[in-house]
């Protein structure tokens, strides 16, 4: 009985690494999108019209929004 116990540990110890990997994954992705729409954000301030905002920013939010609903339809689709 020790070797399934052993089988089992395995398992929740690899579950447990591939989790802190995904999380540690998405905090850099987040932190690197904090990154840029703090740039963003003060080129705007500094470099921008009124008018000149609405689009640049349009353009920035849908450059974010596209490849993430094509990731989450793709998800979906696999029936996760």
Excluded: F, S
């Amino acid at each position: 009985m020790a070797g399934h116990r052993d089988g089992r540990a395995g398992r929740v110890a690899r579950w447990r690494r591939t989790y802190w990997e995904r999380l540690g994954l998405v905090k850099n992705d987040t932190d690197q999108i904090a990154a840029a729409a703090d740039l963003l954000r003060l080129a705007l301030n500094r470099c921008t019209t009124p008018e000149q905002r609405g689009p640049i920013i349009a353009a920035a939010v849908a450059d974010l929004v596209q490849p993430a609903e094509e990731l989450l339809t793709r998800y979906e689709r696999k029936g996760r």
